[in-house]
């Protein structure tokens, strides 16, 4: 049984973070390396993280000084991590008991080295308000103007990782990687089993929009090194898409 390395990067979801972890705790596949990475400078909720840590010896809690972003903290959890697959989870996320179990069967059986699948969209009271079904992205042009996986519902071979990271974006960082991947010939499967909840927070609605779309636009026109015009396209194309969902 191959180990699965679990990343979970950390920053002030302390009224979500047990379930999140209790999720994993009891996930059917147990060969688990659960990486959780402390990244915020305010170190207020650290004890209560320490707390959960020692609850399973499987838990590997690393602390940053500063905060590195989110980003940057996943980099770090897969540099560290010792699993031939890695898997990500936010910290507001939930797994339902079998997501590693089912996922890891289909791609041994498949022969596929990245995979996602599909979830639910749910409030902070966890009740269901849309799902989003899983799909193959075969080509760049499958993905390019609507980022359609879910980050807490992906897990790949590590080996995947060793030339791409994730970039230093506030938001749509998880995007940026998954069209380098498709960029350099990676094919992304997608298992049509609703197996994670998402979360979908109440944040700042105005300040979380504006940052969406300049890193939406930064997607295009830093990384995919598009110029304007093809980024301001795009960029219409992936908000419109947002909205659509």
């Known amino acids: 049984m191959n180990l699965v390395s679990v990343i979970i990067p950390y920053y002030k979801k302390k009224q979500y973070i047990s379930k999140t972890l209790n999720s994993v705790r009891i996930q059917s596949y147990r060969n688990l390396e659960i990486i959780l990475i402390y990244d915020d400078k305010n170190k207020d909720d650290l004890k209560f993280i320490k707390k959960l840590a020692l609850k399973d010896k499987r838990i590997k809690l690393v602390i940053n000084k500063y905060n590195h972003g989110v980003g940057n903290a996943r980099n770090l959890g897969v540099k560290i991590s010792k699993g031939k697959y890695i898997a990500f989870l936010d910290a507001d996320d939930i797994w339902l008991k079998h997501k590693i179990s089912k996922q890891f069967t289909f791609m041994i059986k498949n022969r596929k080295d990245f995979t996602h699948t599909s979830y639910s969209v749910v409030n902070d009271n966890n009740l269901v308000i849309s799902k989003r079904t899983a799909r193959d992205f075969l080509c760049l042009d499958d993905l390019i103007k609507s980022c359609d996986i879910g980050l807490s519902t992906v897990m790949l071979k590590k080996s995947l990782l060793k030339k791409n990271k994730f970039p230093t974006l506030k938001t749509k960082e998880d995007f940026v990687l998954w069209l380098r991947l498709l960029s350099n010939n990676i094919k992304i499967y997608g298992l049509d089993l609703n197996l994670v909840l998402w979360k979908k927070g109440q944040n700042s609605l105005s300040s979380s929009t504006i940052q969406k779309i300049l890193d939406g636009y930064r997607v295009y026109n830093v990384y995919m090194k598009y110029n304007f ?13 947002y909205l659509k969902k």
Do not use: T
Request: net charge positive; with cysteine; glycine share 0%.
């Open 229 to 241: 015009i093809k980024s301001i396209y795009y960029l219409i194309c992936l908000s419109f898409n």
